[in-house]
């Protein structure tokens, strides 16, 4: 007899271990190729690979069975403020806007619900899937991806690497989360390693040496013949127009992305006798 209770008392205890898991039947996994370095004073970092048109993060869910599902939401949740317009369509730098691509299957309905602060709250099925008006029983596979979102890596600390972290609104509406962290920014570093300007001999043949550039009050410049030398921080730190807009397709407004642009100061100009 105490056998027997022992042994029930061990196939409820498996039971309830196993319950969670049951309801499990979309596994969610989330991939991203990272920026592999930002400028860290940057308002408008990538959080994907700045080198490849339409690189973004990717959820793909994988079918286990046959399920009924409900709605429910993806919270990607980022190191630091995302920087948008508070409005839709989430659009910084203009023309490039925080969207969904390539939807499929499961996820054809998937949208985005909103972005506020750090986070990208994101719908994963059609809104009438489950709710009497659609076929609420998922019987395939599906996957999206989340392209041109970009964060303030100036309220970053540190040199990184970063990650997103993925949560879900509701664990027991048939799907399960298998990626909780996400790589989005790999380093930061400055956006310039040095500056350096030295004078030449001649307009064909300059020195190496850092020199000032010397002003007289008469106007008359001392060096005719100078340069000034901006060393990049680290590869790809400056980038064109057109690879800030590597994700801007036809139909879209491109106005106000452009490419990096650097301010140069100069100090200590004597003031011009009349």
Known sequence: MKSKLVFGLLAVMIALALAPSSFAQINIQIFNSPSAQEIKTNRTAETSDPTSAGSGITISGS?????????????????????????????????????IVAATGVFAGAAIKTVVGSTITLQLIAANVGSGSGNPDNTISGSFRIISTRID?????????????????????????????VPVISALGDGIASVAQA?????????????????????????????LTITEGFNFAWRTEAQNERNVTAGLNAAGVGPTKIRVTVNGIPPTRR
């Open 199 to 227: 004078a030449c001999s001649s307009a064909s043949r300059c020195g190496t040496s850092p020199g000032p550039i010397v002003l007289f009050t008469n106007k008359n410049v001392a060096q005719g013949s100078t340069f």
């Open 153 to 181: 890596a100036n309220s970053l600390a540190g040199a990184g690497p970063f990650n997103a972290t993925a949560s879900l609104s509701n664990s027991a509406n048939n799907f399960i989360l298998s990626t909780t962290s």
């Open 63 to 99: 079918l286990i069975a046959s399920s009924a599902l409900t709605q429910t939401d993806l919270l990607l949740a980022f190191p630091a403020p995302i920087s948008v317009s508070p409005n839709p369509p989430f659009d910084v730098p203009k023309g490039d806007p925080i969207r």
